[in-house]
């Protein structure tokens, strides 16, 4: 059994569940270990080497199955740290070099490619900040600690980052979208804006989308998908349908699984109004939106006793209708607006460094046409000097 695995039934399942989607608790079950996925932390290649050396010691995996999230988070299981074997201390040792080693290339690497412009340390000492670089030849109790506290720290912030993003693609279509029509003249700008609000309207033009989460939207699923009578409809055998691992879970890949159904209502690929980026961001309202309203306990995780729970209420027997992205703009007129400067001043500051290197440029090709009119005189100098000597000498 996987540390990944441990920590979701522990609570902790917002450190792993990224690592390992298809994440299965401690049972009596066996089954073959899920396919791991990015977490797209920069250090996502040592958390997981430190994982899996550390599932290797008898003495962590038992203190692991008895500590529980808020111990872990006070910093309670690093200590256990101290009683691995030291076949298992030495390898974390070295991993703890190589990642080091790696930190302090990188680091380079990118000192140089600004050259001599400054350096923000504090931006790069920040990635140091899930371990003790101070330390860099073992690993110790407050690696352990700075790792834990720092993967659960950047992937609780993973969907907000990826709602940023999405802002950013958004605003950035629509700059772009405003600056070519700054291109056209009058009749291609109209021509350009009835193509727009065309698009809009197509798009926006699908049928009815079940709340996500709602009895609705899963009976749909259970007569589309699963291909039953939706009379015969039944929330118990509905979850161990989509259970697709067994372990008595929705995670969030199986939740997000669900609206697939919904989701080819609003978004055809082969649809030139229909945008898979915002499908995307689209998937992850549903699904962070079935959590919120379900997931009780908070560890990311639909437990079937959650579910069948869920099920009972109002809300999952009379919902409100669901407003999809194009009744919910990414961004405000104010944020646009900030999003536009903050572009023109990129601009400028591009045009300002081009101008100064443009200036540099000259000046050196001033300084080199100075070096070879000064060669050249020289070389006259020399000729004339030798011309003489050699009239001299036949005299």
């Known amino acids: ?27 009596d079950k066996t089954s073959e270990p899920p396919q791991s996925v ?6 996502d290649r040592y958390l997981r080497e430190v994982i899996d050396f550390l599932e290797k010691d008898q003495h962590f995996r038992e203190k692991l199955h008895n500590t529980d999230m808020e111990d872990i988070k006070m910093g309670k299981l690093a200590k256990e740290l101290d009683f691995v074997s030291h076949h298992v201390r030495t390898q974390l040792d070295e991993l703890k070099r ?28 920040k990635q140091f900040e899930y371990l ?11 690696d352990l600690d700075r790792l834990i506290k720092s993967a659960t720290s950047d992937l609780e912030n993973y969907d907000k980052e990826r709602h940023e993003e999405f802002k950013k693609y958004e605003m950035t279509k629509e700059h772009e979208r405003r600056e070519h029509l700054k291109t056209l003249d009058d009749e291609g700008r109209k021509k350009e804006e009835e193509h727009y609000e065309e698009m809009k309207k197509k798009h926006a033009d699908h ?7 709602s009895q609705n939207q899963f009976k749909e699923v259970w007569e589309e998908a699963d291909g039953l009578d939706p009379e015969d409809f039944d929330p118990k055998t509905f979850f161990n349908l989509h259970d697709s691992n067994g372990d008595g879970f929705f995670d969030e890949q199986e939740l997000e699984a669900l609206f697939t159904k919904e989701l080819e209502k609003i978004y055809d690929p082969t649809n030139e109004e229909d945008d898979m980026v915002e499908m995307e961001e689209e998937r992850l309202r549903m699904r962070e939106h079935v959590m919120n309203e379900v997931d009780t306990n908070k560890d990311r ?3 079937l006793e959650e579910f069948l729970v869920a ?13 999809t992205l194009e009744q919910n703009q990414a961004y405000t007129d104010e944020e646009m607006l900030e999003f536009e400067e903050h572009l023109a001043q990129q601009e400028e500051d591009l ?28 070389q006259q100098v020399l000729w004339e000097v030798v011309g003489k000597h050699h009239i001299f000498t036949v005299m």
């Open 38 to 43: 990015d977490t797209g932390l920069h250090y």
């Open 207 to 213: 049928p009815k989308v079940n709340h996500p989460g």
């Open 351 to 378: 045009n300002q460094r081009a101008s100064d290197l443009q200036k540099q440029r000259d000046e050196l090709e001033r300084q080199q046409e100075q070096l070879n009119a000064q060669k050249v005189e020289l």
């Open 1 to 27: 059994m996987s540390w990944s695995r441990v920590l979701q039934t522990r609570c902790l399942l917002l450190l792993v569940h990224l690592l390992c989607f298809e994440g299965v608790p401690i049972s």
């Open 132 to 142: 003790n670089h101070m330390n860099p030849h073992t690993f110790e109790v407050e």
């Open 98 to 125: 190589q990642e080091v080693s790696r930190l302090r290339t990188l680091i380079k690497a990118k000192q140089d490619i600004e050259g001599g412009n400054a350096v923000d340390h504090q931006a790069l000492l």
């Open 301 to 303: 995780l639909v437990s």
């Open 311 to 323: 099920t009972k209420k109002k809300e999952f027997l009379e919902p409100d209708s669901w407003e």
